[in-house]
Protein backbone atom coordinates (compact mmCIF):
# COMPACT_ATOMS: atom_id res chain seq x y z
CA UNK A 1 0.00 0.00 0.00
CA UNK A 2 1.13 3.32 -0.72
CA UNK A 3 2.22 5.68 2.02
CA UNK A 4 2.84 9.34 2.69
CA UNK A 5 5.23 10.54 5.06
CA UNK A 6 5.44 14.03 6.53
CA UNK A 7 8.22 15.01 8.86
CA UNK A 8 8.34 17.51 11.89
CA UNK A 9 5.00 17.09 12.61
CA UNK A 10 4.98 20.56 14.62
CA UNK A 11 6.52 23.82 13.65
CA UNK A 12 6.80 26.89 15.25
CA UNK A 13 8.77 29.80 13.48
CA UNK A 14 8.07 33.51 13.45
CA UNK A 15 7.14 36.16 11.06
CA UNK A 16 9.51 36.93 7.51
CA UNK A 17 11.33 33.46 8.75
CA UNK A 18 11.51 30.75 5.40
CA UNK A 19 9.14 27.71 5.46
CA UNK A 20 9.96 24.14 4.28
CA UNK A 21 7.73 21.04 4.56
CA UNK A 22 8.43 17.80 3.82
CA UNK A 23 6.73 15.15 1.93
CA UNK A 24 7.97 11.34 1.12
CA UNK A 25 6.15 8.94 -0.47
CA UNK A 26 6.14 5.32 -1.40
CA UNK A 27 4.60 4.39 -4.50
CA UNK A 28 7.06 3.27 -7.82
CA UNK A 29 4.39 4.47 -10.42
CA UNK A 30 3.44 7.47 -11.86
CA UNK A 31 1.68 9.81 -8.94
CA UNK A 32 -0.87 13.14 -8.76
CA UNK A 33 0.92 15.15 -5.74
CA UNK A 34 -1.22 17.60 -4.00
CA UNK A 35 -0.68 19.93 -0.49
CA UNK A 36 -3.73 20.99 1.16
CA UNK A 37 -4.26 23.37 3.74
CA UNK A 38 -6.70 23.61 6.37
CA UNK A 39 -6.65 27.32 8.18
CA UNK A 40 -8.14 27.61 11.80
CA UNK A 41 -12.08 26.89 11.24
CA UNK A 42 -11.84 26.72 7.25
CA UNK A 43 -12.60 23.50 5.16
CA UNK A 44 -9.53 22.16 3.55
CA UNK A 45 -8.54 23.42 0.62
CA UNK A 46 -6.03 23.04 -2.59
CA UNK A 47 -2.64 25.02 -2.08
CA UNK A 48 -1.10 23.64 -5.07
CA UNK A 49 -0.68 20.23 -6.96
CA UNK A 50 1.50 18.63 -9.48
CA UNK A 51 0.71 15.76 -11.95
CA UNK A 52 3.34 16.77 -15.00
CA UNK A 53 6.04 18.78 -16.64
CA UNK A 54 7.84 21.56 -14.43
CA UNK A 55 9.03 19.73 -11.44
CA UNK A 56 8.51 23.35 -9.34
CA UNK A 57 5.01 24.44 -9.40
CA UNK A 58 3.53 27.62 -7.64
CA UNK A 59 0.17 27.87 -5.55
CA UNK A 60 -1.53 30.37 -4.04
CA UNK A 61 -0.32 32.66 -0.90
CA UNK A 62 3.17 32.45 -2.19
CA UNK A 63 3.71 28.95 -2.03
CA UNK A 64 5.46 26.78 -3.59
CA UNK A 65 6.67 22.95 -3.89
CA UNK A 66 9.47 20.71 -5.57
CA UNK A 67 8.92 17.05 -7.18
CA UNK A 68 11.87 15.66 -7.13
CA UNK A 69 11.37 12.07 -8.58
CA UNK A 70 13.95 10.35 -7.87
CA UNK A 71 13.95 11.59 -4.07
CA UNK A 72 9.82 10.20 -4.05
CA UNK A 73 9.64 13.37 -2.31
CA UNK A 74 7.45 16.58 -3.22
CA UNK A 75 8.70 19.51 -0.81
CA UNK A 76 6.43 22.47 0.66
CA UNK A 77 8.19 26.24 0.65
CA UNK A 78 7.35 29.80 1.17
CA UNK A 79 9.93 32.49 1.66
CA UNK A 80 8.38 34.17 3.85
CA UNK A 81 5.67 33.25 6.49
CA UNK A 82 3.00 35.97 7.32
CA UNK A 83 0.80 35.05 10.72
CA UNK A 84 -1.77 34.16 8.22
CA UNK A 85 -0.38 30.92 7.50
CA UNK A 86 -0.61 29.26 10.40
CA UNK A 87 -2.63 26.41 9.79
CA UNK A 88 -2.36 22.48 8.90
CA UNK A 89 -0.45 21.70 5.97
CA UNK A 90 -1.63 18.21 4.32
CA UNK A 91 0.46 16.46 1.60
CA UNK A 92 -1.47 14.35 -0.78
CA UNK A 93 -1.29 11.64 -3.65
CA UNK A 94 -2.93 9.29 -5.94
CA UNK A 95 -1.46 6.95 -8.47
CA UNK A 96 -2.45 8.42 -12.03
CA UNK A 97 -5.45 7.60 -12.69
CA UNK A 98 -6.80 7.06 -9.32
CA UNK A 99 -8.44 9.89 -7.61
CA UNK A 100 -8.07 7.91 -4.35
CA UNK A 101 -6.16 10.28 -2.38
CA UNK A 102 -3.64 8.69 0.54
CA UNK A 103 -2.84 11.72 3.41
CA UNK A 104 0.12 12.12 5.15
CA UNK A 105 -0.86 12.89 8.71
CA UNK A 106 0.00 16.39 8.14
CA UNK A 107 2.00 19.51 9.62
CA UNK A 108 0.97 21.90 12.01
CA UNK A 109 2.75 25.30 11.44
CA UNK A 110 2.02 28.37 13.87
CA UNK A 111 3.64 31.44 12.87
CA UNK A 112 4.13 33.77 15.50
CA UNK A 113 3.71 37.55 14.85
CA UNK B 1 -22.86 28.91 -4.58
CA UNK B 2 -23.55 26.27 -1.35
CA UNK B 3 -20.63 24.36 -2.79
CA UNK B 4 -20.59 21.40 -0.41
CA UNK B 5 -22.55 20.80 3.33
CA UNK B 6 -22.28 18.55 6.08
CA UNK B 7 -24.94 17.93 8.77
CA UNK B 8 -24.90 17.56 11.76
CA UNK B 9 -21.62 19.76 12.48
CA UNK B 10 -21.75 18.73 15.82
CA UNK B 11 -23.14 14.98 16.99
CA UNK B 12 -22.71 13.06 20.33
CA UNK B 13 -23.50 9.86 20.37
CA UNK B 14 -24.18 6.86 23.32
CA UNK B 15 -21.73 3.41 21.81
CA UNK B 16 -24.20 0.96 19.59
CA UNK B 17 -26.57 3.76 18.55
CA UNK B 18 -26.83 4.06 14.65
CA UNK B 19 -25.69 7.55 13.18
CA UNK B 20 -26.08 8.96 10.30
CA UNK B 21 -23.69 11.90 8.66
CA UNK B 22 -25.07 13.73 5.59
CA UNK B 23 -23.12 15.00 2.44
CA UNK B 24 -24.63 17.35 -0.09
CA UNK B 25 -23.04 19.13 -3.03
CA UNK B 26 -24.49 21.28 -5.55
CA UNK B 27 -21.83 21.25 -8.64
CA UNK B 28 -23.75 18.07 -10.22
CA UNK B 29 -19.38 16.20 -9.21
CA UNK B 30 -19.53 12.47 -10.25
CA UNK B 31 -17.09 11.72 -7.39
CA UNK B 32 -17.95 12.00 -3.58
CA UNK B 33 -15.90 10.66 -0.38
CA UNK B 34 -15.60 10.37 2.91
CA UNK B 35 -12.68 10.76 5.39
CA UNK B 36 -12.21 10.80 8.48
CA UNK B 37 -9.62 13.02 10.33
CA UNK B 38 -7.78 11.50 13.52
CA UNK B 39 -4.62 13.21 15.49
CA UNK B 40 -1.32 11.20 14.49
CA UNK B 41 -3.32 9.77 10.89
CA UNK B 42 -4.19 12.56 8.89
CA UNK B 43 -7.10 12.12 6.78
CA UNK B 44 -7.85 8.09 5.56
CA UNK B 45 -10.81 7.37 3.74
CA UNK B 46 -13.47 5.55 4.21
CA UNK B 47 -15.74 5.18 1.35
CA UNK B 48 -15.79 6.77 -2.24
CA UNK B 49 -18.51 7.00 -5.14
CA UNK B 50 -17.35 7.49 -8.79
CA UNK B 51 -21.23 8.11 -9.39
CA UNK B 52 -24.78 7.34 -8.05
CA UNK B 53 -25.03 3.63 -7.37
CA UNK B 54 -21.46 2.93 -7.54
CA UNK B 55 -19.45 3.10 -4.22
CA UNK B 56 -16.59 0.98 -2.80
CA UNK B 57 -14.44 0.50 0.13
CA UNK B 58 -11.07 2.97 1.37
CA UNK B 59 -8.59 2.55 3.56
CA UNK B 60 -10.57 2.51 6.96
CA UNK B 61 -14.56 1.09 6.01
CA UNK B 62 -14.70 -1.32 8.64
CA UNK B 63 -18.22 -0.15 10.78
CA UNK B 64 -19.66 2.22 8.11
CA UNK B 65 -22.17 2.09 5.32
CA UNK B 66 -23.00 4.20 2.50
CA UNK B 67 -25.33 4.79 0.31
CA UNK B 68 -25.66 7.22 -2.94
CA UNK B 69 -28.89 7.14 -4.80
CA UNK B 70 -28.82 10.59 -5.53
CA UNK B 71 -25.86 12.11 -7.35
CA UNK B 72 -25.59 15.44 -4.93
CA UNK B 73 -25.89 13.34 -2.07
CA UNK B 74 -23.72 11.16 -0.18
CA UNK B 75 -24.31 9.55 3.43
CA UNK B 76 -22.09 7.73 6.21
CA UNK B 77 -24.00 5.90 8.10
CA UNK B 78 -21.99 4.20 11.83
CA UNK B 79 -24.66 0.96 12.18
CA UNK B 80 -23.32 0.76 15.47
CA UNK B 81 -21.26 3.30 16.58
CA UNK B 82 -18.00 2.38 18.94
CA UNK B 83 -15.68 4.91 21.04
CA UNK B 84 -12.95 4.28 18.27
CA UNK B 85 -15.17 6.11 15.70
CA UNK B 86 -14.58 9.38 17.77
CA UNK B 87 -13.69 11.46 14.77
CA UNK B 88 -13.78 14.74 12.64
CA UNK B 89 -15.59 13.18 9.32
CA UNK B 90 -15.25 15.21 5.98
CA UNK B 91 -17.15 14.88 3.18
CA UNK B 92 -15.41 15.97 -0.23
CA UNK B 93 -16.38 16.10 -3.80
CA UNK B 94 -14.54 16.39 -7.58
CA UNK B 95 -15.72 16.62 -10.96
CA UNK B 96 -13.84 13.67 -13.10
CA UNK B 97 -11.91 10.96 -12.19
CA UNK B 98 -8.10 11.09 -13.63
CA UNK B 99 -6.71 11.93 -10.45
CA UNK B 100 -5.49 15.34 -11.56
CA UNK B 101 -8.55 17.20 -10.00
CA UNK B 102 -9.30 19.14 -6.62
CA UNK B 103 -10.71 17.57 -4.31
CA UNK B 104 -13.33 20.15 -2.38
CA UNK B 105 -13.83 19.35 0.99
CA UNK B 106 -17.02 20.45 3.56
CA UNK B 107 -16.47 21.78 6.62
CA UNK B 108 -16.50 18.58 8.51
CA UNK B 109 -18.79 16.84 11.20
CA UNK B 110 -17.11 16.08 14.72
CA UNK B 111 -18.46 13.19 16.47
CA UNK B 112 -17.58 12.05 19.49
CA UNK B 113 -19.03 8.72 20.82
CA UNK B 114 -19.71 8.22 24.71
Known amino acids: AQSVSQHNHHVILSEAASLELGCNYSYGGTVNLFWYVQYPGQHLQLLLKYFSGDPLVKGIKGFEAEFIKSKFSFNLRKPSVQWSDTAEYFC???????????FGKGNQVVVIP | DAGITQSPRYKITETGRQVTLMCHQT?????MFWYRQDLGHGLRLIYY???????DKGEVPDGYVVSRSKTENFPLTLESATRSQTSVYFCASSDQGTGQETQYFGPGTRLLVL
Open chain 1, 92 to 102: AVNPYGNNRLA
Open chain 2, 49 to 55: SAAADIT
Open chain 2, 27 to 31: WSHSY
